[in-house]
């Protein structure tokens, strides 16, 4: 445990900013592979945003950055290819004035998390599930953070006293078997003082899995250090989640970070959050999800994004969503797509939304639709409730849906499915 006073500072174990950064170009200073390094020199500011993108008008960028606020490492803005709302880096960590437009729907805290906190930090939602709040700092602010009413407006990590609250509740409640360690990034946190929260949380024998959401693979892999690593290893099961959202963040650096956890033993998964104009292509989500899947990371959830103030700008329409996962059901294995989900406005939970597969069901068949528009009609079991029965068993000419609801028909198939044009040339008919 930490001591009695201690307030768990981001950058309490930092050293001092090397003077040397400002002559070099990005990518080139000695520490570039120092995390500290990067949490330092993290661009803050319109004179950094000069340095980094001198193409850039910074005015209206800082008008937006004193409503929400702006940090981005120097790894991140390295991956920009050109500083504008085509740059899909661009778009999610530098302020633009549509932060400042909003719909009647937003609100600071859509999921209403501060009315499920019975404790300082500590959400509880599910009954078997708590999330627990141990940094409101991030290694770079993402524009459609859902925490953004909250997250690097004061950069603070967990205080003694509301770590000892959180855990009395979570021994007091032995049915929270599972609790996901959240902010902000929990990573920020250094390894001393990460240390001091699992150890706490993992002397409760009622918690049987730590999970950690974290988007430093992403926005400052270097974090993943041998001894970070290491002393993750003691608190075992953990699982992490990351935050991919476009193929373009999977690096060779995000590649050797999520190599170095998955190797040690933690299963890997990732939230990415469907943002218009970012990743609302069809094509940028299986491309995402396939390298996902390469680097062992399984893809979890695709958030509809939430009803956040300073986020309009990037909702996109839930049909959209749900022609996304359309389009991945059939090219992608299942390993490989993530549920779609909506986090309900007022604290109502996630609710998985997909595409419609079911045609119609009566007691005896249920006609399904697959990836291809195939219609197949599948029997249900006798558990004598059926009250039709199948007559003379053959297919009728030309079916439609009726036909394979009675049971007379089991399949349509759509004339020009390339896997019956292969089967036909396998049968040679
Ligand atoms: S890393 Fe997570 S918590 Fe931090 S700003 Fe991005 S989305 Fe929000």
């Not at 002397?203 to 899995?209: D, E, H, K, R």
């Not at 974090?223 to 003691?234: C, F, G, H, N, S």
């Not at 390298?291 to 956040?308: S, T």
């Not at 006798?382 to 003379?392: I, P, S």
């Amino acid at each position: 445990m930490v001591d009695e006073q201690t307030v768990l500072s981001v950058e309490q174990d930092s050293k001092e900013p090397s003077s040397a950064a400002e002559d070099e170009p990005p990518g080139q200073h000695a520490e570039w592979n120092s995390w500290i390094w990067q949490m330092q020199h993290r661009i803050r500011s319109a004179d950094d945003l000069r340095r980094y993108m001198p193409a850039l008008d910074p005015d209206d960028v800082m008008r937006a950055a004193e409503r929400f606020p702006m940090a981005i490492t120097p790894y991140y803005a390295g991956l920009m290819r050109s500083p504008g709302v085509s740059d899909p880096i661009y778009q999610m960590s530098v302020p633009q004035l549509f932060e400042l437009v909003n719909s009647p729907y937003v609100s600071d805290d859509p999921l209403e998390e501060h009315d499920d906190m019975p404790v300082p930090g500590l959400i509880r939602r599910y009954p078997d599930r708590a999330l627990f709040i141990i940094s409101s700092a991030c290694a770079m602010y993402c524009r459609h953070c859902t925490r953004k009413r909250e997250v690097g407006v004061v950069e603070e990590t967990i205080s003694q006293a509301h770590l000892e609250q959180a855990v009395a509740y979570l021994r007091e409640h032995p049915d929270v078997s599972d609790v996901i360690l959240s902010g902000g990034d929990p990573l920020v946190l250094s390894d001393h003082q990460l240390e001091c929260v699992l150890s706490a949380v993992r002397s409760i024998p009622s918690v049987q899995i730590i999970r950690i959401g974290t988007r430093v693979p992403v926005t400052m892999p270097m974090r993943i250090t041998p001894e970070l690593v290491a002393m993750l290893r003691r608190y075992q099961p953990i699982w992490i989640n990351t935050h991919f959202n476009h193929p373009v963040e999977i690096t060779p650096a995000s590649r050797a970070a999520c190599a170095a956890l998955a190797d040690a033993g933690f299963p890997l998964g990732n939230q990415s959050v469907l943002l218009r104009g970012v990743n609302d292509q069809p094509e940028i989500i299986e491309t995402l999800c396939r390298e996902l899947v390469a680097i062992r990371v399984r893809p979890y959830y695709l958030y509809q994004c939430d009803l956040v103030r300073g986020v309009e700008h990037f909702r996109t329409p839930l049909t959209r969503g749900l022609e996304i996962m359309e389009y991945l059901r059939g090219r992608l294995s299942g390993l490989a797509i993530p549920t779609f989900v909506v986090d309900a406005p007022h604290g109502g939970g996630k609710i998985p939304l997909m595409p419609n597969y079911i045609v119609s069901m009566s007691p005896t068949h249920t006609v399904l639709r697959n990836c291809e528009g195939m219609l197949v009609s599948y029997p249900e079991p006798d558990l004598g409730q059926a009250t039709h029965r199948r007559e003379g068993g053959g297919e009728v000419p030309q079916p439609g849906v009726w036909e394979l609801v009675s049971g007379k028909a089991s399949a349509i198939y759509p004339a020009d499915s390339s896997r019956i044009q292969r089967r036909k040339l396998r049968h040679g008919s």
